[in-house]
């Protein structure tokens, strides 16, 4: 199952919500996903939240009653979704800055550089079956048929227009988010241009994607920097990594204390997804150094055998990830597949959903070449994956894909204007947002789509890792970026 995003990140190989960037919207820390909140990563990444999305006193409750389908007109059921709102920078006639919602649960919101500068009401929603916004508390595969990008989307306008009934005197309506919310920014943008007047991207995975061997080639090409070395050692590791799971498995997963891997359904799925996180988690939260310097020693080391290798990388996830690292329900298909209440239910499993029945985003192996992942993790693989865990949801296939693509626009969100997109050249989820752009091989956007990649050693997703001065500068631009599509500041007090 695809890694978040989490951030919402949704969001390396992972079903977690996405883990966060730096919108000048916040300033505090996030908080990581449960299976890579232990050890001694967690104590070092470098990220900072879109918004703060933590308990805020000055934020308040609210709630909306939305329709569980939106779509079918003889279902009358519905519930109510949570959302916050702080209006403690508000001033009439002020926008409104919508934080799209990430891929768990939201618990708060906070203002910052951007909403107090333009006197804004903050909002920020929570996903439904997300959190306490599963509705009737049920995240069975027969109620999970009403999670996806497109209910989220409708949900989202209900809200816009709840909190305009509220503040009448609001002007615009700013969307923002990163990773998974980056990409529900922009498609809210594309699909609702009469309710949102703008939006702000990071990180944005906007085109679905099954196969997505891109990630892990994009996590070499940030280890190769700023000594190939690295990368190197890396895939000389799970050369061997894949040599010893042919002749010895036992000893391995033993190794990674993942002996319940071993005799499970799916196991070995679970087991390679836990290995490629390990490597590209650090890649995609700008601490790429921690695994570069846990390899230095062995750069030109000849005389290393395979089991040497594999005990290496053992101890560097045990450390980095924590003891329990594999004895976490995301790398056990048997419990994801039974958690349909509860706090997995509410957040990797709803997020696993949508991965397997719209989205992907699977990282896999590439067929031949260096690889940061073992080999023998597939798409293929993972579908029979999604089958096991959701049986008889509609698991995504190329037509779907073709088909959601031609319908949300894809990597150029079909012209959609006043769309500001931000990428990070270590981020390997740049690999699914305006792909032509990235790559160089041509500029498809107009003058009213302006497009950042930055570029500098460890600037990863979302911009987690980028140096604070060119985190302020950006902020600065957004500003200015607003302000030329009349986003602006009130000019004085209008009663509300």
Same mark, same amino acid.
């Given at each position: ?13 992972? *079903? ?51 329709? @569980? ?26 926008? #409104? ?23 804004? &009401? ?15 508390? !049920? ?19 209900? *809200? ?70 690295? %990368? ?15 002749? !010895? ?29 390990? %490597? ?9 150094? &921690?695994?570069?310097?846990? #390899? ?6 000849? !005389? ?7 005990? @290496? ?53 590439? %067929? ?26 509609? *698991?995504?296939? !190329? ?7 031609? =319908? ?64 302020? %500068? ?13 986003? =602006? ?8």
């Amino acid at each position: 199952l695809a890694q978040a995003l989490v951030c919402n990140c949704q969001c390396p190989t992972s *079903i977690m919500r996405c883990l966060a960037v730096s919108f000048p919207v916040a300033s505090a820390l996030w908080t990581l996903p449960e299976k890579l909140s232990h050890g001694k990563a967690a104590e070092m990444v470098k990220t900072r939240e879109l918004v703060s999305t933590a308990p805020n006193e000055t934020a308040a409750v609210k709630y909306v009653t939305v329709p @569980l389908d939106h779509f079918d007109p003889e279902n009358n059921r519905s519930f109510a979704l949570k959302y916050f709102l702080n209006d403690a920078a508000f001033k009439a006639g002020g926008p #409104m800055i919508f934080n799209m919602p990430q891929e768990g649960p939201t618990g708060g919101c906070g203002t910052g550089t951007v909403v107090e500068s333009l006197g804004a &009401v903050s909002v920020c929603p929570q996903h439904r079956f997300f959190g306490d916004s599963v509705p009737f508390n !049920d995240s069975s595969v027969a109620n999970l048929k009403y999670l996806s990008v497109e209910q989220n989307l409708e949900d989202m306008a209900a *809200i816009v227009k709840a909190v305009r009934g509220q503040y009448p005197s609001v002007t615009k309506v700013v969307a923002v988010g990163g990773s998974y919310s980056g990409a529900s920014s922009a498609w809210f943008r594309n699909h609702y241009p009469s309710v949102v007047d703008a939006a702000i991207s990071y990180s944005p995975p906007v085109t679905a994607k099954i196969d997505f061997t891109e990630y892990d080639t994009s996590t070499l090409v940030a280890l190769s920097s700023p000594d190939v070395r690295c %990368a190197q050692t890396v895939a000389r590791v799970m050369a061997a990594m894949d040599r010893q799971l042919e002749t !010895d498995k036992a000893s391995v997963y033993k190794a990674f204390n993942a002996t319940y891997q071993l005799t499970s359904p799916f196991g070995d799925v679970d087991f390679m997804y836990g290995i490629g996180d390990s %490597a590209a988690g650090l890649v995609q939260y700008g601490n790429k150094e &921690v695994l570069c310097k846990a #390899m230095e020693p062995y750069y030109e080391r000849s !005389d290393v055998g395979d089991v040497e290798l594999v005990e @290496l990388f053992a101890k560097f996830t045990r450390e980095n990830w924590g003891p329990t690292y594999f004895q976490q329900c995301t790398y056990n298909s048997t419990c994801m597949r039974g958690e349909t209440s509860g706090p997995v239910a509410d957040s990797g499993r709803s997020w696993g959903y949508i991965t397997c029945t719209e989205l992907g985003y699977f990282q896999t192996a590439p %067929a031949k070449g260096l690889t940061a992942r073992p080999r023998a993790l597939t798409a293929e693989r993972f579908l029979k994956q999604c089958e096991y865990i959701f049986p008889g949801a509609p *698991i995504i296939s !190329d037509q779907s894909v073709e088909d959601f693509n031609k =319908k949300f626009g894809g990597p150029g969100l079909s012209g959609e204007t006043r769309v500001f997109e931000l990428d990070f050249s270590d981020d390997q989820w740049k690999m699914v947002s305006s792909t032509q752009v990235v790559q160089r091989t041509e500029w498809t956007l107009t003058e009213d789509e302006p497009f950042m990649l930055l570029t500098c050693d460890g600037c990863a997703h979302c911009g987690a890792g980028a140096p604070s001065a060119k985190i302020e %500068a950006i902020d600065q631009q957004i500003l200015s970026v607003l302000g030329g599509w009349d986003v =602006k500041a009130p000019a004085q007090a209008i009663v509300v």
